[in-house]
């Protein structure tokens, strides 16, 4: 670099901190407008918050076939340490109950039927 070249300024990035901070204050102080005030009044829920319902644990009488799948699965899961295991090791663990593909599959109830025909060669 030569003498008559001056160095570009150092770069200074932009310090958003400085302007409008949000951290400072508390903000739910403010009286700020909304359309349909939740936070009080007859509809408050008073209490309880409402819980995600794990189907899982709802109470039903399952199946013979329903527990043991169920077992077999957290037997799997805690065996080889996998939370969330895939669709190819849940097909293993059905398999090694003894499941074996016997009859032509039939619809699935409650999914709409495909238009599954084959290729034409």
Known sequence: MS???TPPPDPMPFDRRAVNDRRQGDRR???IPVALERR???????GERRRQV???TCERDYTGDEIEF??????YKRYNQRPFPTWSEVLEVIRALGYRKTEPPTPIPGVPQRNSQPPAS
């Open 3 to 5: 003498n008559d070249q």
């Open 29 to 31: 102080q403010k009286k």
């Open 40 to 46: 009080s009044g007859s509809d408050r829920r008073v």
């Open 54 to 56: 794990d189907p899982t």
């Open 70 to 75: 169920m077992r077999a699965m957290d037997d």
